[in-house]
């Protein structure tokens, strides 16, 4: 499995340290978390910090937006070369149009699901995609606990992925930690992102990562 350390946890007074040290010390992506305060109730960062994140990066960016205007946010990301983008299907009115968007600029089009929205939502999508990102808390914050129930979603969506598009990743996200990785390994989901887990470990963050990785 592959871990994306969420720099929502990172010391932001600190942060072009921080993502070295994540990237040096086995993670595979850098999740980078693009709230607005109208999706979700809080505020992150714009183009001006992810610019400074992705020159300090050496593992590729895993942008997760939460906003409303996908595509503005889209355009504004899109120079900085990130390896994914995902949306929220949930503020998206014209999703199939925004996948062939974030694909014609050259980076792999994600779509993300909240907690209550069925995978079902996207199956005609999928043929499309290179990654679903099931949230396995309410997106906003981090160090939240984990919805059990996104490992029944995992089961059904890898099954419309399998009749679809067996490339497509899955990756969860929220409130994930040493306790609950097992459960995610067993249903098969590629890619786990971790923030509190990862950043407040006492041990440090190889440590951190490679419990993750079993
Ligand atoms: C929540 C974010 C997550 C969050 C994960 O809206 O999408 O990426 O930072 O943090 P933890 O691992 O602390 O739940
Ligand atoms: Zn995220």
Redesign the pocket.
């Known amino acids: 499995m592959l871990v994306a350390p969420?720099i929502?946890?990172a010391d932001f007074g600190n942060l072009t340290n921080e993502v070295k040290a994540i990237c040096s010390s086995g993670a595979d992506l850098v999740?980078i978390?693009i709230?607005d305060g109208h999706f979700?109730p809080n505020l992150t960062i714009g183009p001006i910090v992810v610019s400074a994140i992705a020159n300090s990066a050496t593992k590729p960016l895993d942008i997760?937006l939460?906003v409303e205007n996908n595509s503005f946010f889209v355009d504004m990301f899109a120079p900085l070369k990130p390896e994914y983008i995902s949306f929220h299907i949930e503020e998206e009115k014209h999703p199939d149009r925004l996948i062939g968007k974030i694909r014609s600029l050259g980076i792999k089009p994600a779509i993300v699901l909240n907690p209550h929205t069925p995978p079902e939502a996207i199956e005609f999508l999928i043929a499309k995609l290179d990654m679903v990102l099931l949230?396995s808390?309410n997106?906003?914050?981090?160090?939240?606990k984990f919805i059990p129930s996104v490992l029944e979603k995992v089961k059904r969506l890898k099954s419309l992925i399998e009749k679809y598009n067996p490339n497509c990743l899955i990756e969860v996200?929220?409130?994930?930690n040493n306790e609950n990785i097992s459960l995610l390994r067993e249903v098969g989901v590629d890619i786990a992102?971790?923030?509190?887990?990862i950043f407040n470990h006492t041990e440090g963050y190889e440590y951190a990562i490679s419990s993750l990785k079993g």
Do not use: R
């Not at 996200?173 to 994930?176: R, T």
């Open positions: 969420s929502l946890s999740h978390d709230m979700v997760h939460m949230m808390v997106p906003g914050f981090g160090g939240q996200d929220g409130g994930i992102v971790a923030g509190s887990y």
